[in-house]
């Protein structure tokens, strides 16, 4: 019978009831996605990779994402942390430890010389005070534990002692000590009933009887051993030179598992799950353990000062450094630890971080302080629903780092990925025997431990291996019916057994587990149990009338025999307990909880009752500090705060149709309750690592890209953590921002909008306050329009010398593209300082003509098909010879003429050089210009001739126009006039007298010769 045997009618009718209702997916993907990057250039491409560690390329403008700066760029974040209360000691605070509502810490006192532990009172952390205070002549104090009512000290140079703290308000009782434990910075551990030392080396102690401990082992290492965590069967060592897994399954012969050396000295360690936090110097370092035998460093983190001490809460770690300096890490990539902000103490020195129901608790060398580090509206919720794995039976869960294992009843064992809590993602489930019943479950490192009722051959207490989460083994078993509960403590397993009583069975070796140590058979039926120290608290049914129902504690300093230390008797059935300090609790079935004092175990009392809202009865409690979780079956799940305990207050509840809330545990900031048909995951803290504003941020650079090539494609790649429900949208600008244009991962981009202004931006959009994009790197390589090949430019040629030739070219060729045109220019300067004509032609020739006498120059270019030129050719050179005016036209001077005189035109002629034309007008006595009779030079466009004494007749005239070069034109065409002198002749002239006849004939040669001498100069050449 399972322990939940009044619910059984409820579920079986709440089942018939889900198998006609549509049930919620359930993801079988991975939680996240790890993008990696591709960081190596191309040849020949240009390349930038962004860091975000410092802020050169930011856009101050458009980015209001976090991060950069810091080597992570993710969403906003919703934070705060605020000092609660400072309590202040003037030696200052070397060690905290805490348990329930006390804080022990260990300072060191003046006077008298030596050392004070003291006993804080933290229930209230806004008002921390203290209880009682004792003072050691010893020396130096390094660590101390608490477990129960028994207080672990350790000094400076190994001695170690044990003190009874069962009374809060008294000197504690010193009930054991052994001197010369060894070592000079000595850590301690425990589990169950063994202490482990790191003082130099791995010494083992047993702590059983707090009043008789004795020396186990001592394993030498290569290296000094500064702490030790023990998770399981392993312990895991920080020396000072690296990492150490040793195998300490059998306490009595340890043996080395693994190391990691070269990671520096650190002398502190936090295990969770499977990664293993390991400060060294400077610098945290995330190791995974989840094969012993290969440990590897997955990230890490370097500050600038040194770490002292570390805590973990959830995906939030926090780093207390030697200069009062508390940074905060995210971790919820191992792969990337971010970097989330810090705060400073005001303190010297950082020496010891605990954690007390969310609170930071920070022993300093100022004395001790308490900060609430988490959302703005303060570190604990009203229990949001992240979300519901349905398909199985689940009546309890426990979690391992990030796996949480499932006790599902008739299916068996489950192991869930819960790495993120809104998509656990099943790995693996195991049915050992049929049929079971697996109705509680623990997991204590890499083992996993089974309470089976379900009535096959081999039900009772069964062990699984999980190293391997997703290929769980069946080890062994050990039969006892009737199991309802079970606690695993070290390499002991106590269960509640029904009518056979309370177990002990001892699973050091859980491939073996046949040894019983010890077993409680007294009557009652036992129910739940927990375990704290050296007691058990159980719940139980005496089994003869007049059946009542019972709390009991039993003294469990000799395993081999329990002793009861008391009895409560209560009036309803007890389904479950509690303990966390000095307070238990119990789930009084239809009466609701009650809260216990259990400081002292042998007279315990009742604080208060408390009624739940509900109808129903409660069914499973969970206490941390002044707060506890109830499971009220249909009722849902409340959230009290119980800081007086005599008083308690209702803080937050969350019930929905059907629930049927059985168990619940805590891990990080998670609540898990197991729901009967489901497992439900609930937020209950908000811590900095994982605390978001709910909302769509921008990064984005300013120009990456340094001349004014145009960019013409582009790929780029990142290095991103991209968690279920988040999304990262990755943009690329060529043109300045004017058009973003979305890119895929890796993939060549080509630009629809291309330029020479190069910026990127990622816009990140969460739909829960619990995660967001982490972006560590970017990278983007690109490429520019390559200017085409310049063409070559042809010799010019002018044959006829007019000043009108063609000019032609080789062509251009294109890397990327195609030629579109060519630029032809023009200039009479060598430098082309002075353009006179440009041509753009597609092909590779332009005709060239109206050149004057001058030399001329040339050179050529080519745009490709994005307007991209190519550099100029060769310069070509031509000089054009001197052109003569143009011919002008001679008009009509008329028909005919009676007097000899009249006026002769023509048209304007032109020089192509520009100068002043000269005209000469000729007359000829023919139309073919044999034989010139006259001529008139003017420089203007018409002239008057008289004629007259040349007589009647008809005369021939053309005009040629002459630049200031002399350089002529042709000659006009030819107009003719006819000249008509009136007919009656003049009366003869008279004799000359006394002239001889000699001198006549001589005077007329003369005459003749003058004309033919004055004819031909004028001849036209």
């Known amino acids: 019978m399972t322990r939940y045997w009044s619910f059984i009618l409820m579920v079986s009718v709440l089942l018939l009831s889900f198998s006609i209702m549509a049930k919620p997916t359930v993801y079988l993907s991975s939680a996240s996605d790890q993008i990696a990057i591709d960081s190596v250039p191309l040849p020949g491409s240009n390349w930038v990779s962004e860091n975000f560690m410092t802020l050169g390329r930011r856009d101050n403008s458009a980015t209001n994402a976090s991060g950069w700066g810091t080597g992570t760029v993710t969403s906003q974040r919703d934070y705060t942390f605020f000092q609660l209360d400072q309590y202040s000691i003037s030696e200052g605070a070397q060690s905290v ?54 207080l672990y000290v350790v000094s400076r140079f190994g001695d170690l002692r044990l003190y009874n703290v069962s009374n809060p308000h008294a000197t504690p009782i010193l009930t054991d000590s052994r001197s010369n434990f060894g070592g000079n910075w000595p850590q301690i551990d425990i589990q169950g009933r063994f202490l482990y030392g790191a003082c130099d080396d791995l010494r083992i102690i047993n702590i059983e009887d707090p009043y008789n401990i004795y020396s186990v082992s001592n394993t030498s290492l290569p290296a000094s051993v500064y702490d030790v965590d023990v998770v399981g069967n392993m312990a895991y060592l920080s020396t000072s030179n690296g990492f150490y897994i040793v195998n300490v399954s059998s306490p009595y012969s340890p043996s080395v598992v693994a190391s990691i050396g070269g990671l520096g000295t650190s002398f502190d360690l936090h295990v969770d799950g499977n990664i293993v936090y390991y400060p060294s110097w400077s610098t945290i370092q995330l190791i ?108 309890d869960v426990k979690i391992l780092g990030n796996i949480a294992y499932l006790a599902a009843g008739p299916e068996g064992l489950l192991a869930l990925n819960v790495s993120d809590p809104v998509n656990p993602v099943l790995l693996d ?96 039926s036992y129910w739940d149990l927990c375990v704290q120290g050296h007691f058990v608290y159980a719940t139980a049914m005496y089994s003869s009338p007049p059946f009542d129902f019972g709390f009991y504690i039993y003294d469990a300093t000799n395993l081999s025999s329990l002793v009861l230390t008391n009895r409560t008797t209560k009036p309803f059935w007890l389904s479950d307990v509690a303990v966390d300090g000095d307070i238990g609790v119990l789930a009084e079935g239809d009466r609701g909880i009650s809260l216990q004092n259990v400081t002292n ?233 002075n353009i006179l004509q440009e041509w753009t032609p597609a092909v590779t020739s332009q005709a060239v003509s109206g050149l004057i006498g001058i030399t001329y120059y040339f050179r050529v270019l080519a745009y490709d098909n994005d307007g991209v030129p190519s550099s100029w050719s060769n310069v070509e050179s031509i000089g054009v010879a001197n052109q003569p005016p143009t011919t002008p036209t001679l008009y009509d001077p008329g028909t005919t003429d009676d007097d000899g005189v009249f006026t002769v035109s023509w048209s304007t002629s032109i020089d192509p050089e520009g100068t002043t034309i000269e005209y000469t007008l000729e007359m000829f006595d023919t139309a073919t210009m044999d034989n010139s009779l006259s001529f008139w030079q003017t420089s203007t466009t018409s002239i008057q001739v008289d004629i007259s004494d040349f007589g009647s007749g008809t005369y021939y005239f053309a005009v040629i126009a002459e630049d200031e070069q002399l350089i002529r034109s042709g000659w006009s065409n030819v107009e003719s006039i006819t000249i008509e002198l009136p007919t009656t002749p003049p009366p003869p002239p008279p004799p000359i007298p006394g002239f001889p006849i000699e001198a006549i004939i001589v005077g007329l040669l003369l005459a003749v010769i003058l004309v033919l001498i004055r004819r031909r100069r004028r001849h036209p050449s």
């Open 97 to 150: 430890a805490v348990q329930g509502r006390r804080a022990y810490v260990a300072t060191y006192s003046l006077s008298p010389l030596g050392w004070v532990l003291r006993s804080m009172n933290v229930t209230n952390p806004r008002q921390v005070s203290q209880l009682v205070a004792w003072e050691l002549t010893w020396s130096l104090i390094y660590d101390l534990k608490v477990e129960g009512d028994i």
């Open 288 to 395: 995974d353990v989840s094969v012993p035998s290969q440990p590897t460093v997955l990230g890490y983190y370097t500050l600038t000062n040194n770490i002292q001490s570390l805590a973990l809460q959830g995906n939030t770690l926090f780093l207390g450094d030697d200069s009062g300096t508390i940074a905060i890490l995210d971790v919820i990539d191992p792969l990337n630890p971010t970097y989330v902000d810090e705060f400073d103490t005001g303190a010297a020195v950082i020496n010891d971080l605990t954690f007390y129901n969310g609170d930071l608790v920070i022993a300093t060398s100022s004395g001790l302080v308490i900060y609430r580090v988490g959302s703005s509206s303060g570190g604990l919720t009203d229990l949001p629903l992240l979300s519901t794995f349905t398909g199985y039976p689940v009546f």
């Open 429 to 524: 489930k195991i049915n050992h025997t049929s049929p079971v019943d697996y109705d509680a479950v623990v997991v204590q490192g890499h083992y996993c431990f089974v309470a089976d009722d379900g009535g096959s051959l081999e039900e009772g207490l069964l062990a699984f291996n999980v190293t391997d989460p997703t290929n769980l083994q069946f080890l062994d078993y050990y039969p006892v019916t009737n199991i309802n509960d079970l606690a695993v403590v070290g390499d002991v397993a106590y269960l509640a057994a029904g009518n056979d009583g309370l177990y002990l069975i001892n699973v050091t070796d859980p491939n073996n587990m046949s040894t019983r140590i010890s077993n409680v058979t007294d009557g009652n």
């Open 601 to 833: 175990p042998f007279d315990v009392s009742t604080f208060s009752l408390y009624n739940l809202p509900g109808s129903n009865a409660s069914t499973g409690v969970e206490i941390f500090g002044p707060y506890v979780i109830i499971t009220e079956g249909f009722g849902g799940i409340h959230l009290l705060n119980a800081t007086n305990p005599r008083t308690p207050q209702l803080i937050a509840s969350y019930n929905a149709t059907p629930m049927i809330a059985a168990m619940a545990t805590m891990q990080g900031d998670y609540l898990y309750v197991a729901n009967g048909t489901s497992l439900m995951i609930f937020r209950l803290f908000r811590s900095p690592g994982s605390t978001y504003n709910v909302s769509d941020v921008v990064a984005q650079s300013i120009d990456i890209h340094s001349d004014s090539r145009l960019i013409e494609n582009a790929t780029l790649t990142f290095d991103a953590f991209l968690p279920y429900y988040t999304s990262a949208i990755w943009q690329l600008t060529a043109d300045g921002g004017v058009h973003w244009e979305t890119v895929s991962l890796g993939v060549l981009h080509e630009f629809t909008y291309r330029g020479n202004d190069l910026r990127w931006r990622s816009i990140f959009s969460t739909n829960y306050d619990d995660r967001s994009p982490h972006l560590y790197q970017l990278d983007i390589t690109w490429w520019y329009n390559e200017p085409p090949l310049a063409p070559s430019l042809d010799p010019i040629q002018d044959p006829d010398g007019d000043g009108a030739f063609t000019v032609s070219w080789s062509a251009g060729w294109d890397f990327d593209g195609t030629i579109s045109y060519y630029q032809l220019q023009l200039s009479n300067e060598s430098n082309f300082s």
